[in-house]
Protein backbone atom coordinates (compact mmCIF):
# COMPACT_ATOMS: atom_id res chain seq x y z
CA UNK A 1 0.00 0.00 0.00
CA UNK A 2 2.83 2.18 1.51
CA UNK A 3 5.18 1.02 -2.07
CA UNK A 4 2.10 2.07 -4.53
CA UNK A 5 1.55 5.86 -2.91
CA UNK A 6 5.17 6.14 -2.87
CA UNK A 7 5.86 5.07 -6.44
CA UNK A 8 2.50 7.07 -7.70
CA UNK A 9 3.87 10.41 -5.71
CA UNK A 10 7.07 9.87 -7.55
CA UNK A 11 5.55 9.82 -10.64
CA UNK A 12 3.34 12.58 -9.92
CA UNK A 13 6.75 15.06 -8.85
CA UNK A 14 8.73 13.50 -12.17
CA UNK A 15 5.96 15.06 -14.09
CA UNK A 16 5.44 17.92 -11.89
CA UNK A 17 9.21 19.06 -12.28
CA UNK A 18 9.71 18.30 -15.77
CA UNK A 19 6.58 21.26 -16.55
CA UNK A 20 8.03 23.67 -14.05
CA UNK A 21 11.36 23.20 -15.39
CA UNK A 22 9.91 23.99 -18.73
CA UNK A 23 7.90 27.17 -17.33
CA UNK A 24 11.20 28.21 -15.92
CA UNK A 25 13.08 27.92 -19.60
CA UNK A 26 10.40 29.94 -21.05
CA UNK A 27 10.63 32.33 -18.59
CA UNK A 28 14.49 32.65 -18.83
CA UNK A 29 14.35 32.40 -22.79
CA UNK A 30 12.16 35.36 -22.20
CA UNK A 31 14.32 37.09 -20.01
CA UNK A 32 17.12 36.79 -21.72
CA UNK A 33 15.46 37.78 -25.27
CA UNK A 34 13.70 41.38 -23.92
CA UNK A 35 16.72 42.42 -21.40
CA UNK A 36 19.11 41.98 -24.64
CA UNK A 37 16.80 44.16 -26.83
CA UNK A 38 16.24 46.49 -24.26
CA UNK A 39 19.97 47.18 -24.41
CA UNK A 40 19.27 48.61 -27.68
CA UNK A 41 16.67 51.05 -26.29
CA UNK A 42 19.94 53.31 -24.51
CA UNK A 43 20.82 54.88 -27.79
CA UNK A 44 17.62 54.57 -30.05
CA UNK A 45 14.48 55.54 -29.02
CA UNK A 46 11.57 52.78 -29.43
CA UNK A 47 9.29 55.10 -31.27
CA UNK A 48 12.22 55.28 -33.91
CA UNK A 49 12.35 51.09 -33.70
CA UNK A 50 8.66 50.60 -34.44
CA UNK A 51 8.22 53.47 -36.75
CA UNK A 52 10.92 53.61 -38.70
CA UNK A 53 10.90 53.03 -42.20
CA UNK A 54 14.81 52.20 -43.06
CA UNK A 55 16.78 48.95 -42.39
CA UNK A 56 20.53 50.41 -42.67
CA UNK A 57 22.17 48.44 -39.70
CA UNK A 58 25.43 48.36 -40.81
CA UNK A 59 25.89 51.75 -42.78
CA UNK A 60 27.69 55.17 -40.99
CA UNK A 61 23.76 56.52 -39.63
CA UNK A 62 22.64 53.54 -38.43
CA UNK A 63 18.94 53.07 -38.84
CA UNK A 64 17.14 50.27 -37.00
CA UNK A 65 13.50 50.67 -38.89
CA UNK A 66 10.94 47.90 -38.16
CA UNK A 67 8.31 48.46 -40.93
CA UNK A 68 10.11 47.00 -43.47
CA UNK A 69 10.55 43.97 -42.07
CA UNK A 70 7.20 43.97 -40.92
CA UNK A 71 5.09 44.97 -43.60
CA UNK A 72 7.35 42.26 -45.34
CA UNK A 73 6.77 39.40 -42.94
CA UNK A 74 2.58 40.38 -43.12
CA UNK A 75 2.47 40.44 -47.04
CA UNK A 76 3.89 37.09 -47.49
CA UNK A 77 1.99 35.54 -44.01
CA UNK A 78 -1.26 37.54 -45.56
CA UNK A 79 -0.44 35.89 -49.21
CA UNK A 80 0.15 32.31 -47.85
CA UNK A 81 -2.84 32.08 -45.53
CA UNK A 82 -4.72 33.73 -48.60
CA UNK A 83 -4.75 30.52 -50.38
CA UNK A 84 -4.02 27.86 -47.77
CA UNK A 85 -7.15 28.65 -45.98
CA UNK A 86 -9.84 27.95 -48.51
CA UNK A 87 -7.70 25.17 -50.19
CA UNK A 88 -6.79 23.47 -46.45
CA UNK A 89 -10.20 23.58 -45.12
CA UNK A 90 -11.87 22.15 -48.66
CA UNK A 91 -8.97 19.57 -48.42
CA UNK A 92 -10.47 18.94 -44.73
CA UNK A 93 -13.58 18.98 -45.46
CA UNK A 94 -12.96 16.32 -48.95
CA UNK A 95 -10.88 14.09 -46.22
CA UNK A 96 -13.51 13.92 -43.52
CA UNK A 97 -16.89 14.08 -45.65
CA UNK A 98 -16.54 13.15 -48.84
CA UNK A 99 -13.82 11.00 -49.75
CA UNK A 100 -14.14 7.50 -49.17
CA UNK A 101 -12.70 5.52 -46.47
CA UNK A 102 -10.00 4.31 -48.59
CA UNK A 103 -9.03 7.53 -50.52
CA UNK A 104 -9.14 9.60 -47.09
CA UNK A 105 -6.20 6.78 -45.39
CA UNK A 106 -4.44 7.49 -48.61
CA UNK A 107 -4.21 10.87 -48.71
CA UNK A 108 -3.84 11.46 -44.79
CA UNK A 109 -0.28 9.99 -44.59
CA UNK A 110 0.69 11.94 -47.91
CA UNK A 111 -0.01 15.24 -46.30
CA UNK A 112 1.94 14.21 -43.00
CA UNK A 113 4.75 13.74 -45.39
CA UNK A 114 4.42 16.78 -46.58
CA UNK A 115 4.91 18.57 -43.10
CA UNK A 116 7.88 16.63 -42.41
CA UNK A 117 9.85 17.72 -45.54
CA UNK A 118 12.86 20.14 -44.36
CA UNK A 119 12.23 23.84 -44.89
CA UNK A 120 15.57 24.14 -46.55
CA UNK A 121 14.27 21.07 -49.64
CA UNK A 122 10.67 23.94 -49.29
CA UNK A 123 13.37 26.91 -50.43
CA UNK A 124 15.66 25.09 -52.99
CA UNK A 125 12.60 23.61 -54.72
CA UNK A 126 11.15 27.58 -54.80
CA UNK A 127 14.42 28.22 -55.85
CA UNK A 128 14.80 26.43 -58.62
CA UNK A 129 11.07 25.74 -60.05
CA UNK A 130 8.71 28.47 -58.20
CA UNK A 131 11.14 31.47 -58.34
CA UNK A 132 12.00 31.50 -62.35
CA UNK A 133 7.97 30.35 -63.37
CA UNK A 134 6.78 33.54 -61.52
CA UNK A 135 9.37 35.78 -63.20
CA UNK A 136 8.12 34.44 -66.64
CA UNK A 137 4.58 34.36 -66.01
CA UNK A 138 4.55 37.97 -64.48
CA UNK A 139 7.55 39.00 -66.50
CA UNK A 140 9.16 40.58 -63.77
CA UNK A 141 12.74 41.88 -63.54
CA UNK A 142 12.92 38.67 -60.88
CA UNK A 143 11.23 36.02 -59.42
CA UNK A 144 12.06 36.32 -56.04
CA UNK A 145 9.03 38.23 -54.88
CA UNK A 146 6.98 38.19 -51.97
CA UNK A 147 4.54 35.92 -53.96
CA UNK A 148 7.18 33.34 -54.31
CA UNK A 149 7.75 33.44 -50.57
CA UNK A 150 3.64 33.42 -49.80
CA UNK A 151 3.17 30.49 -52.36
CA UNK A 152 5.83 28.22 -50.60
CA UNK A 153 4.76 29.29 -47.53
CA UNK A 154 1.09 28.48 -48.04
CA UNK A 155 2.43 24.86 -49.14
CA UNK A 156 4.20 24.30 -45.84
CA UNK A 157 1.49 25.75 -43.53
CA UNK A 158 -1.05 23.31 -45.83
CA UNK A 159 -0.28 20.01 -43.25
CA UNK A 160 -0.94 21.99 -40.01
CA UNK A 161 -4.13 23.50 -41.67
CA UNK A 162 -5.62 20.51 -43.06
CA UNK A 163 -4.85 18.57 -40.46
CA UNK A 164 -6.36 19.97 -37.45
CA UNK A 165 -9.28 21.19 -39.38
CA UNK A 166 -10.02 17.78 -39.93
CA UNK A 167 -9.98 16.72 -36.58
CA UNK A 168 -12.19 19.51 -36.17
CA UNK A 169 -14.70 18.35 -38.41
CA UNK A 170 -14.27 14.45 -37.81
CA UNK A 171 -15.42 15.44 -34.05
CA UNK A 172 -18.30 17.30 -34.90
CA UNK A 173 -21.25 14.10 -33.32
CA UNK A 174 -22.66 12.46 -35.86
CA UNK A 175 -26.17 13.12 -34.36
CA UNK A 176 -26.23 16.65 -35.58
CA UNK A 177 -25.24 15.49 -39.27
CA UNK A 178 -27.48 13.07 -39.08
CA UNK A 179 -30.23 14.87 -37.85
CA UNK A 180 -29.76 17.66 -40.78
CA UNK A 181 -29.62 14.58 -43.73
CA UNK A 182 -33.00 13.37 -41.77
CA UNK A 183 -34.72 16.91 -41.88
CA UNK A 184 -34.13 16.66 -45.74
CA UNK A 185 -31.22 18.87 -45.65
CA UNK A 186 -28.88 17.70 -49.04
CA UNK A 187 -25.07 16.49 -48.36
CA UNK A 188 -23.66 19.39 -49.15
CA UNK A 189 -25.98 21.58 -47.43
CA UNK A 190 -25.57 19.77 -44.32
CA UNK A 191 -21.57 20.16 -44.77
CA UNK A 192 -21.90 24.29 -45.50
CA UNK A 193 -24.70 24.78 -43.02
CA UNK A 194 -24.00 22.57 -40.44
CA UNK A 195 -20.83 20.41 -40.36
CA UNK A 196 -18.21 23.57 -41.02
CA UNK A 197 -20.48 25.70 -38.63
CA UNK A 198 -19.94 23.54 -35.47
CA UNK A 199 -16.42 22.90 -36.21
CA UNK A 200 -15.66 26.29 -36.56
CA UNK A 201 -13.68 26.64 -33.26
CA UNK A 202 -11.15 24.22 -34.71
CA UNK A 203 -10.86 25.46 -38.11
CA UNK A 204 -10.04 28.78 -36.65
CA UNK A 205 -7.63 27.55 -34.19
CA UNK A 206 -5.99 25.46 -37.24
CA UNK A 207 -6.41 28.43 -39.28
CA UNK A 208 -4.51 31.04 -36.35
CA UNK A 209 -1.94 27.71 -35.79
CA UNK A 210 -1.17 28.10 -39.51
CA UNK A 211 -0.43 31.69 -39.49
CA UNK A 212 1.96 30.89 -36.72
CA UNK A 213 3.76 28.58 -38.69
CA UNK A 214 4.31 30.93 -41.31
CA UNK A 215 5.05 33.94 -39.29
CA UNK A 216 7.74 31.89 -37.45
CA UNK A 217 9.10 30.18 -40.91
CA UNK A 218 12.48 31.27 -41.72
CA UNK A 219 14.82 29.16 -44.21
CA UNK A 220 12.62 28.84 -47.09
CA UNK A 221 11.75 32.19 -46.74
CA UNK A 222 15.24 33.87 -46.93
CA UNK A 223 15.89 31.60 -50.13
CA UNK A 224 12.64 32.96 -51.97
CA UNK A 225 11.71 36.69 -51.69
CA UNK A 226 15.34 38.36 -52.48
CA UNK A 227 14.91 39.76 -48.75
CA UNK A 228 15.05 43.43 -49.86
CA UNK A 229 14.10 45.84 -46.45
CA UNK A 230 11.67 47.88 -48.87
CA UNK A 231 8.25 48.74 -47.41
CA UNK A 232 6.26 47.10 -49.94
CA UNK A 233 3.06 48.78 -51.37
CA UNK A 234 -0.37 47.00 -51.10
CA UNK A 235 -1.55 45.09 -52.93
CA UNK A 236 1.17 45.77 -55.25
CA UNK A 237 3.61 44.85 -53.33
CA UNK A 238 3.44 41.02 -54.07
CA UNK A 239 5.09 41.33 -56.84
CA UNK A 240 8.24 42.67 -55.34
CA UNK A 241 11.28 40.87 -53.14
CA UNK A 242 10.64 41.54 -49.19
CA UNK A 243 12.07 40.78 -46.50
CA UNK A 244 11.00 39.19 -43.49
CA UNK A 245 11.54 39.69 -39.66
CA UNK A 246 12.91 35.91 -39.39
CA UNK A 247 14.85 36.08 -42.81
CA UNK A 248 16.58 39.34 -41.19
CA UNK A 249 18.01 37.62 -37.92
CA UNK A 250 19.25 34.44 -39.92
CA UNK A 251 20.77 36.84 -42.61
CA UNK A 252 22.68 39.11 -40.31
CA UNK A 253 23.04 36.99 -36.71
CA UNK A 254 26.13 35.84 -38.71
CA UNK A 255 29.09 38.18 -38.21
CA UNK A 256 27.09 41.22 -36.30
CA UNK A 257 29.63 41.85 -33.17
CA UNK A 258 27.60 40.16 -30.03
CA UNK A 259 27.23 43.52 -27.86
CA UNK A 260 26.55 46.26 -30.63
CA UNK A 261 23.62 47.91 -31.39
CA UNK A 262 23.26 46.02 -34.49
CA UNK A 263 23.10 42.83 -32.10
CA UNK A 264 20.83 43.86 -29.98
CA UNK A 265 18.39 45.12 -32.61
CA UNK A 266 18.66 41.52 -33.68
CA UNK A 267 17.00 40.49 -30.75
CA UNK A 268 14.21 43.69 -30.49
CA UNK A 269 13.13 42.12 -33.90
CA UNK A 270 13.27 38.80 -32.04
CA UNK A 271 11.30 39.82 -29.11
CA UNK A 272 8.51 41.68 -31.70
CA UNK A 273 8.37 38.21 -33.32
CA UNK A 274 7.81 36.42 -30.44
CA UNK A 275 4.90 38.86 -29.09
CA UNK A 276 3.48 38.49 -32.56
CA UNK A 277 3.74 34.42 -32.31
CA UNK A 278 2.61 34.28 -28.17
CA UNK A 279 -0.38 36.71 -29.01
CA UNK A 280 -1.81 34.85 -32.22
CA UNK A 281 -1.68 31.16 -30.05
CA UNK A 282 -3.64 32.98 -27.16
CA UNK A 283 -6.17 34.07 -30.09
CA UNK A 284 -6.13 30.68 -31.19
CA UNK A 285 -6.62 29.28 -27.53
CA UNK A 286 -9.62 31.96 -26.84
CA UNK A 287 -11.24 30.80 -30.03
CA UNK A 288 -11.06 27.50 -28.98
CA UNK A 289 -12.31 27.85 -25.58
CA UNK A 290 -15.43 30.31 -26.71
CA UNK A 291 -16.54 28.31 -28.89
CA UNK A 292 -15.77 24.44 -27.70
CA UNK A 293 -19.63 24.16 -26.21
CA UNK A 294 -21.93 25.46 -28.56
CA UNK A 295 -21.91 21.87 -30.11
CA UNK A 296 -23.28 20.33 -27.29
CA UNK B 1 -2.11 13.67 4.64
CA UNK B 2 0.27 15.70 6.00
CA UNK B 3 2.56 12.96 5.85
CA UNK B 4 2.05 12.64 2.25
CA UNK B 5 2.46 16.14 1.71
CA UNK B 6 5.29 15.98 3.15
CA UNK B 7 6.69 13.02 1.21
CA UNK B 8 5.63 15.00 -1.84
CA UNK B 9 7.12 17.99 -1.57
CA UNK B 10 10.37 16.02 -0.46
CA UNK B 11 10.28 14.15 -3.58
CA UNK B 12 9.57 17.25 -5.90
CA UNK B 13 12.90 19.42 -4.31
CA UNK B 14 14.81 15.95 -5.10
CA UNK B 15 13.97 15.57 -8.41
CA UNK B 16 13.99 19.83 -8.80
CA UNK B 17 17.43 19.43 -7.33
CA UNK B 18 18.46 16.44 -9.42
CA UNK B 19 17.47 18.34 -12.22
CA UNK B 20 19.60 21.63 -11.82
CA UNK B 21 22.30 19.65 -10.53
CA UNK B 22 23.05 17.98 -14.13
CA UNK B 23 22.43 21.77 -15.17
CA UNK B 24 25.00 22.85 -13.29
CA UNK B 25 27.13 20.57 -14.12
CA UNK B 26 27.93 21.29 -17.33
CA UNK B 27 28.92 24.97 -15.83
CA UNK B 28 31.30 23.59 -13.54
CA UNK B 29 32.86 21.48 -16.47
CA UNK B 30 33.86 23.94 -18.22
CA UNK B 31 34.89 26.67 -15.74
CA UNK B 32 37.29 23.47 -14.10
CA UNK B 33 38.35 23.01 -17.77
CA UNK B 34 39.51 26.24 -17.94
CA UNK B 35 41.53 26.31 -14.26
CA UNK B 36 43.22 22.35 -14.77
CA UNK B 37 43.68 22.66 -18.66
CA UNK B 38 46.99 24.31 -18.47
CA UNK B 39 48.51 21.99 -16.23
CA UNK B 40 46.75 18.99 -17.35
CA UNK B 41 47.89 17.76 -20.40
CA UNK B 42 45.55 19.69 -22.87
CA UNK B 43 42.49 19.19 -24.26
CA UNK B 44 41.62 20.08 -27.58
CA UNK B 45 39.23 22.41 -26.63
CA UNK B 46 41.55 24.69 -24.40
CA UNK B 47 41.42 27.91 -24.54
CA UNK B 48 44.65 29.00 -22.74
CA UNK B 49 46.54 31.73 -24.77
CA UNK B 50 49.81 30.45 -23.35
CA UNK B 51 53.08 30.40 -25.41
CA UNK B 52 53.69 26.88 -24.22
CA UNK B 53 50.52 25.04 -24.43
CA UNK B 54 50.17 22.64 -27.54
CA UNK B 55 46.91 23.59 -28.66
CA UNK B 56 45.08 27.31 -30.13
CA UNK B 57 42.17 28.81 -31.46
CA UNK B 58 41.43 29.97 -34.51
CA UNK B 59 38.09 32.28 -35.18
CA UNK B 60 36.63 34.69 -37.90
CA UNK B 61 36.13 35.12 -41.12
CA UNK B 62 33.99 32.55 -43.21
CA UNK B 63 36.14 33.52 -46.47
CA UNK B 64 39.05 32.44 -44.58
CA UNK B 65 37.60 29.23 -42.72
CA UNK B 66 37.73 26.52 -45.46
CA UNK B 67 41.42 27.66 -45.81
CA UNK B 68 42.39 27.85 -42.17
CA UNK B 69 40.70 24.36 -41.98
CA UNK B 70 42.76 22.86 -44.62
CA UNK B 71 45.83 24.18 -42.94
CA UNK B 72 44.84 23.08 -39.63
CA UNK B 73 44.19 19.60 -40.87
CA UNK B 74 47.94 19.44 -42.71
CA UNK B 75 49.70 21.18 -39.95
CA UNK B 76 47.94 18.25 -37.18
CA UNK B 77 48.81 15.68 -39.72
CA UNK B 78 52.18 16.59 -39.37
CA UNK B 79 52.28 17.28 -35.59
CA UNK B 80 50.35 14.94 -33.94
CA UNK B 81 50.94 16.15 -30.51
CA UNK B 82 49.66 19.48 -31.41
CA UNK B 83 46.13 20.87 -32.11
CA UNK B 84 44.33 23.74 -34.02
CA UNK B 85 40.71 24.31 -33.16
CA UNK B 86 39.44 26.42 -36.13
CA UNK B 87 35.42 27.93 -36.04
CA UNK B 88 34.11 30.64 -38.66
CA UNK B 89 31.56 32.74 -37.51
CA UNK B 90 32.78 35.76 -39.26
CA UNK B 91 35.83 38.80 -38.99
CA UNK B 92 34.00 40.96 -37.22
CA UNK B 93 33.07 37.95 -34.30
CA UNK B 94 36.88 36.51 -34.60
CA UNK B 95 38.41 40.06 -34.30
CA UNK B 96 36.04 40.68 -31.78
CA UNK B 97 37.45 37.32 -30.13
CA UNK B 98 40.70 38.16 -30.20
CA UNK B 99 40.06 41.62 -27.98
CA UNK B 100 38.41 40.11 -25.69
CA UNK B 101 41.70 37.65 -25.50
CA UNK B 102 39.45 34.24 -26.08
CA UNK B 103 41.52 32.91 -29.05
CA UNK B 104 45.05 32.58 -30.70
CA UNK B 105 44.74 33.96 -34.02
CA UNK B 106 41.39 35.97 -35.15
CA UNK B 107 41.00 35.23 -39.17
CA UNK B 108 39.27 38.09 -41.19
CA UNK B 109 38.78 38.90 -44.79
CA UNK B 110 39.29 42.35 -43.89
CA UNK B 111 41.27 44.66 -42.48
CA UNK B 112 41.12 45.63 -38.41
CA UNK B 113 39.32 48.97 -38.22
CA UNK B 114 40.58 51.64 -36.23
CA UNK B 115 37.69 51.54 -33.19
CA UNK B 116 38.94 47.71 -32.90
CA UNK B 117 42.61 48.73 -32.60
CA UNK B 118 41.92 50.88 -29.92
CA UNK B 119 39.18 48.27 -28.25
CA UNK B 120 42.13 45.74 -28.33
CA UNK B 121 44.55 48.38 -26.84
CA UNK B 122 41.92 49.14 -24.04
CA UNK B 123 42.42 45.58 -23.20
CA UNK B 124 45.68 45.48 -23.22
CA UNK B 125 45.90 43.07 -26.59
CA UNK B 126 48.15 44.45 -29.47
CA UNK B 127 46.67 43.03 -33.34
CA UNK B 128 49.65 42.04 -35.26
CA UNK B 129 48.45 41.24 -38.81
CA UNK B 130 50.04 38.83 -41.26
CA UNK B 131 48.78 38.88 -44.52
CA UNK B 132 48.23 34.56 -45.63
CA UNK B 133 46.61 34.77 -49.22
CA UNK B 134 44.77 36.97 -51.21
CA UNK B 135 40.91 36.72 -53.12
CA UNK B 136 39.68 38.12 -55.73
CA UNK B 137 36.08 39.60 -55.71
CA UNK B 138 34.65 39.07 -59.49
CA UNK B 139 31.59 40.78 -60.79
CA UNK B 140 28.98 38.54 -62.90
CA UNK B 141 26.08 38.49 -64.75
CA UNK B 142 24.13 36.10 -66.95
CA UNK B 143 25.94 34.87 -69.77
CA UNK B 144 23.33 35.56 -72.25
CA UNK B 145 24.25 39.36 -71.17
CA UNK B 146 25.62 41.17 -74.05
CA UNK B 147 27.46 43.60 -71.43
CA UNK B 148 31.26 42.32 -70.55
CA UNK B 149 32.92 45.08 -68.74
CA UNK B 150 32.07 48.19 -66.83
CA UNK B 151 34.23 51.01 -65.25
CA UNK B 152 34.09 51.18 -61.55
CA UNK B 153 32.22 54.06 -61.40
CA UNK B 154 29.41 52.21 -63.63
CA UNK B 155 29.69 49.63 -60.97
CA UNK B 156 28.91 51.80 -58.39
CA UNK B 157 25.86 53.27 -60.00
CA UNK B 158 24.79 50.18 -60.37
CA UNK B 159 25.06 49.35 -56.70
CA UNK B 160 23.55 52.37 -55.62
CA UNK B 161 20.78 53.43 -57.59
CA UNK B 162 21.46 55.96 -60.21
CA UNK B 163 21.98 53.33 -62.96
CA UNK B 164 18.99 51.12 -63.32
CA UNK B 165 18.52 49.87 -66.70
CA UNK B 166 20.96 48.13 -68.59
CA UNK B 167 21.25 50.13 -71.75
CA UNK B 168 22.72 52.94 -69.91
CA UNK B 169 25.72 50.86 -69.87
CA UNK B 170 26.16 49.26 -73.37
CA UNK B 171 23.55 46.52 -72.59
CA UNK B 172 19.82 45.56 -73.53
CA UNK B 173 16.71 48.20 -72.61
CA UNK B 174 16.06 46.20 -69.46
CA UNK B 175 16.28 46.48 -65.27
CA UNK B 176 18.58 45.72 -63.70
CA UNK B 177 18.32 43.43 -61.18
CA UNK B 178 20.86 43.75 -58.07
CA UNK B 179 22.33 41.59 -55.92
CA UNK B 180 24.05 41.80 -52.74
CA UNK B 181 25.51 39.48 -49.49
CA UNK B 182 24.12 39.90 -46.35
CA UNK B 183 25.30 42.57 -43.92
CA UNK B 184 27.25 40.25 -41.98
CA UNK B 185 29.04 38.91 -44.44
CA UNK B 186 33.07 40.65 -45.03
CA UNK B 187 32.67 40.64 -48.63
CA UNK B 188 29.44 43.12 -48.37
CA UNK B 189 31.55 44.61 -46.08
CA UNK B 190 34.31 44.87 -48.48
CA UNK B 191 32.48 45.62 -51.62
CA UNK B 192 31.02 48.31 -49.83
CA UNK B 193 33.96 50.38 -48.54
CA UNK B 194 35.58 49.68 -52.23
CA UNK B 195 32.92 50.34 -55.15
CA UNK B 196 29.74 52.67 -53.28
CA UNK B 197 33.02 54.45 -51.14
CA UNK B 198 30.76 55.60 -48.62
CA UNK B 199 27.23 55.66 -50.92
CA UNK B 200 24.55 52.91 -49.98
CA UNK B 201 23.57 50.22 -51.18
CA UNK B 202 20.43 50.68 -53.33
CA UNK B 203 17.84 49.67 -50.72
CA UNK B 204 15.93 47.38 -53.18
CA UNK B 205 18.71 45.47 -54.17
CA UNK B 206 17.98 41.69 -53.39
CA UNK B 207 20.40 39.75 -50.67
CA UNK B 208 21.30 36.53 -50.84
CA UNK B 209 22.97 34.67 -47.67
CA UNK B 210 25.34 33.03 -49.68
CA UNK B 211 27.60 32.84 -52.53
CA UNK B 212 25.67 29.96 -54.23
CA UNK B 213 22.26 31.91 -53.92
CA UNK B 214 23.49 34.70 -55.74
CA UNK B 215 25.63 32.40 -58.48
CA UNK B 216 21.99 30.41 -58.50
CA UNK B 217 20.07 33.19 -59.29
CA UNK B 218 22.52 35.22 -61.61
CA UNK B 219 22.91 31.90 -63.26
CA UNK B 220 19.07 31.97 -63.77
CA UNK B 221 18.24 35.61 -64.27
CA UNK B 222 19.36 37.48 -67.60
CA UNK B 223 18.85 40.65 -65.72
CA UNK B 224 20.83 40.25 -62.86
CA UNK B 225 24.56 41.58 -61.30
CA UNK B 226 26.49 40.31 -58.99
CA UNK B 227 29.51 39.54 -56.55
CA UNK B 228 30.88 36.72 -55.52
CA UNK B 229 35.18 35.38 -54.26
CA UNK B 230 36.76 34.20 -57.61
CA UNK B 231 37.01 30.79 -56.27
CA UNK B 232 33.66 30.14 -56.40
CA UNK B 233 33.27 31.31 -60.42
CA UNK B 234 31.95 28.48 -62.93
CA UNK B 235 30.36 28.28 -66.15
CA UNK B 236 27.05 28.97 -65.28
CA UNK B 237 28.02 32.51 -65.03
CA UNK B 238 30.19 35.23 -66.78
CA UNK B 239 32.86 37.62 -64.39
CA UNK B 240 32.96 41.13 -65.92
CA UNK B 241 36.25 42.91 -66.64
CA UNK B 242 36.54 45.68 -64.34
CA UNK B 243 38.40 49.63 -64.94
CA UNK B 244 39.52 50.98 -62.23
CA UNK B 245 41.06 53.94 -63.70
CA UNK B 246 44.22 51.90 -65.67
CA UNK B 247 42.01 50.27 -68.41
CA UNK B 248 39.53 46.85 -68.02
CA UNK B 249 40.87 43.53 -66.66
CA UNK B 250 39.73 40.43 -66.03
CA UNK B 251 39.67 38.66 -62.96
CA UNK B 252 42.42 36.41 -63.83
CA UNK B 253 44.83 34.95 -61.26
CA UNK B 254 48.15 37.18 -62.52
CA UNK B 255 45.94 40.19 -62.37
CA UNK B 256 44.77 39.29 -58.83
CA UNK B 257 48.18 38.55 -58.13
CA UNK B 258 49.48 41.71 -59.47
CA UNK B 259 47.28 44.06 -58.42
CA UNK B 260 46.15 44.96 -61.66
CA UNK B 261 42.56 43.93 -61.04
CA UNK B 262 40.70 46.20 -58.89
CA UNK B 263 38.87 43.90 -56.37
CA UNK B 264 41.47 41.82 -55.05
CA UNK B 265 42.01 41.92 -51.40
CA UNK B 266 44.24 39.88 -48.37
CA UNK B 267 43.38 37.26 -46.30
CA UNK B 268 44.37 38.02 -42.81
CA UNK B 269 45.61 36.59 -39.89
CA UNK B 270 45.71 38.86 -36.31
CA UNK B 271 47.47 37.81 -33.15
CA UNK B 272 48.17 39.19 -30.19
CA UNK B 273 51.38 40.47 -30.67
CA UNK B 274 54.17 38.78 -33.01
CA UNK B 275 53.18 35.02 -33.29
CA UNK B 276 55.20 32.86 -30.40
CA UNK B 277 55.20 29.50 -29.54
CA UNK B 278 52.67 26.83 -31.37
CA UNK B 279 51.25 30.55 -32.88
CA UNK B 280 54.34 30.94 -34.41
CA UNK B 281 54.34 27.57 -35.41
CA UNK B 282 51.02 27.44 -37.13
CA UNK B 283 51.44 30.83 -38.74
CA UNK B 284 54.89 29.85 -40.23
CA UNK B 285 53.66 26.51 -41.72
CA UNK B 286 50.59 28.77 -43.15
CA UNK B 287 53.38 30.96 -44.94
CA UNK B 288 55.34 27.83 -45.92
CA UNK B 289 55.70 25.96 -49.22
CA UNK B 290 53.26 23.52 -48.04
CA UNK B 291 50.89 25.57 -46.61
CA UNK B 292 50.88 27.96 -49.71
CA UNK B 293 50.41 25.09 -52.01
CA UNK B 294 46.80 24.90 -50.20
CA UNK B 295 46.24 28.00 -50.79
CA UNK B 296 46.02 27.55 -54.12
CA UNK B 297 44.41 24.33 -53.57
CA UNK B 298 41.25 25.90 -51.39
CA UNK B 299 40.92 28.41 -54.68
CA UNK B 300 42.63 31.50 -53.33
CA UNK B 301 46.42 32.95 -54.51
CA UNK B 302 49.33 32.48 -52.47
CA UNK B 303 51.37 35.07 -51.12
CA UNK B 304 54.61 34.70 -51.93
CA UNK B 305 54.95 35.84 -55.54
Known amino acids: MFNRNYKEKTIESVLFSVSALTVVILFLICLFLFRDSLLLFKNTSLLDFLTGEFWYPTSVNRQFGLLPLFFGSLIVTAGAILFAVPLGIASAIYISEIAHPKVADALKPFIEILAGIPSVVFGFFGLVIVVPFVQDFFNLPTGQTALTGSIMLGIMALPTIITISEDAISSVPSTIKHGSLALGATRWQTIYKVIVPAALSGISAAVMLGIGRAIGETMTLMMVTGNTAVIPSFPGGILDPVRTMTATIALEMGEVPQGSAHFHALFAVGSVLFIITFLINLIADSIKKRYRFKVD | ?305
Do not use: H
Not at chain 2, 25 to 38: D, F, I, K, L, P
Not at chain 2, 211 to 228: D, F, H, L, M, R
Open chain 2, 1 to 305: MANNLKTYTVLTLLVVGLVFLGIGCTGNENGEAQVGETSSEGAPAAEAPAAESQSITLKGSDTVLPLAQAEAEEFMLENSDKSVTVTGGGSGVGITALIDGEVDIATASREIKAEEIEAAQANGINPVETTIAYDGISVVVNPENSVSELTFDQLRGIYNGTISNWKDVGGEDTKIVVISRDSSSGTYEYFKEEVLQGDEYRPDALTQPATGGIVGEVSQNPNAIGYIGVAYLDDSVKALSLDGGNGYEAPTSENILSGAYPLSRSLYFYTNGEPSGLTKEFVDFVLSETGQSLVTEVGYFPVDQ
